[in-house]
């Protein structure tokens, strides 16, 4: 969801967060390293954790499994957010907006996991509902219409999404209204009071 998310404001609303004035193949650079530390670094963290049996099953159905892969995502994501605000002095002076973002998505999955230790959240709605609140926040806040589209499809994934969870039995109601709850408010507060 990071890399979709910034995907989506790299290319449909850089001036939002000031890279407006960076190449195209800089944005794309960029968007592969938010990539490496937030998808692909935690999923082959979470799958040793499997292999290593610290997990019983990569569809972390169980609550005690769900646990140390979120905390261990939850610092990839710190790391990532600490790169963009403070490791690239050129660009954390031009677009301090990206480590922003980052950090609430930080935030989002840091709250993922303090909840799974005592209740099962739905991690698939918080992060649909951290891209709804973001982008939501963003067409209210800068009146950035160009985004409208992107946001409509964005409720119908939303509404996709939710269904397959409940469907699976993955879920239940309340827990992927908590979720979607957590993940647009954390993004919707960050977007309005701090981009």
Known sequence: MPTFLLGLLFFFAPDVLGIDVLAPSVRITLLGFVSMTTFVIP??????LYRAKYIKSLHLDDLADRRLPYFLSTLFYAFATYFFSFSLPPLSEIAPEIGIVLGSITVSIGMVGLISLYWKISAHSVGIGGMLG???GIIVKFGHTNLMYSFIALILMTGFLISARL???AHTPAQVAAGLFLGVSI???TVWWFV
Do not use: E, P
């Not at 999923?43 to 040793?48: D, F, M, P, R, V």
């Open 167 to 169: 469907k699976l039995n």
């Open 187 to 189: 993004s919707l507060v």
């Open 43 to 48: 999923s082959l963290g979470i799958y040793y």
């Open 134 to 136: 973001a982008v939501l």
